[in-house]
């Protein structure tokens, strides 16, 4: 084995730095389509995330045209307005003023999927918890979203889809998992705080109230 | 809003280089416990970690205890054992030869839960895709993953264990998630390629293979 150098202090800040100032990005997308080779890196940086048995699940489909996309965000709308119905009073307004996706605003869009029954890693490290395949495609998305930001490209998750209508638009086969739906592009700028925090959704909670040390104890309970 | 400023190429190059240069590591693990305020940091950078509605449903056990150590590692020899048990001939003798944790050998380990039924977020983002909650869980392990890499800390995910006994070793109650259990801690050194790959058990496959565009193609099937 040959050993890698170690990160030097300005590497290791770059890294906390990526890590603190991700955001989940609905608006400001440039109407600026990003170029193919800077999509590839993004790309393979997902595809370098751990993948359980090295079996690399993650498939990924690159959605840039209109009419797809235009597809895809009445699928959003529909979803939005069922969810809107659960809340009520002050909660609904607060919620129909938050801005969910960018799906339209962004030139390009990420549908993120795994491929589970994969035979490659020959099962190893899924016969107690088979979940550890989609968790891998999981990572390699979030690996994606902090090179984004390194690239001044802002990532955001749209969960709120129908993955039924959805699977049928994009043509996804039946033996793959859909895991995300993303809009991403270059942007205006990063907010320094999480949208859903800047318009009054929901408040961080303290990093203490989520730590227990040997067992879990019931005081870490936020 | 206040835009972030955008990142140097020296920091842009020091997130491809963490995402690179990450690996799953169970050898090589030194015996010297990290200090309170580097597994602080690690845990800091899980727990901002995205999450759907800001619901931070994360929680952590930070496990030191060398008899808990020791109960977990036994739930690990019995798993693998059966593990062993589904491969035969020279495949038998591979996996066998693999080092597939390092619990005893690094001086934590950290399990990792999700709270998914936890109310926060109000269901926002979680109503067509409620599987958001965990995916978010695992992004704040691959989060953990890369700081760690940054600090010289080597991570290792274990999933060869019985998710039952695991819970009762560590008193995780009902309404909590298993996600993850990981070994960490200083090591040795960092190999430049994957453990799976240096032993033979499976070779990593070309990035071009899993990307399909605007719908998808069957040609992405490596």
């Known amino acids: 084995m040959n050993p890698a150098p170690s990160f030097t202090e300005a590497e290791r800040k770059a890294v906390y730095r990526v890590i603190a100032e991700r955001r989940d990005v609905r608006r400001g997308f440039l109407n600026a389509p990003l170029p193919d080779d800077l999509i590839g890196r993004l790309l393979a940086a997902a595809h370098s995330a751990p993948s359980v048995g090295l079996m690399q699940p993650s498939r990924f489909i690159v959605v840039r045209d209109a009419g797809i996309r235009e597809a895809v965000h009445q699928i959003f709308e529909a979803a939005n307005r069922r969810a809107l119905d659960n809340y009520n009073g002050e909660q609904a307004e607060r919620y129909s003023r938050l801005k969910l996706e960018g799906i339209l605003e962004a030139p390009q869009n990420l549908c993120v999927l795994c491929d589970r029954e994969n035979e490659r890693g020959h099962q190893l490290g899924r016969q107690t918890m088979p979940e550890t395949a989609v968790y891998s495609t999981v990572c ?62 929901e408040r961080r909670i303290d990093l203490k109230t989520v730590i227990s040390y040997d067992r879990y104890s019931e005081e870490c309970a936020p």
């Open 140 to 201: 390699a998305i979030q690996n994606f979203w902090l090179a984004a930001r390194s690239e001044g490209v802002g990532v955001g998750w749209v969960s709120i889809l129908d993955p039924v209508k959805l699977r049928k638009v994009l043509n996804i086969p039946s033996h793959l998992m859909l895991v995300a739906y993303l809009c991403f592009g270059y942007v205006e700028g990063f907010a320094s705080e999480p949208d859903l925090e800047r318009f009054g959704w």
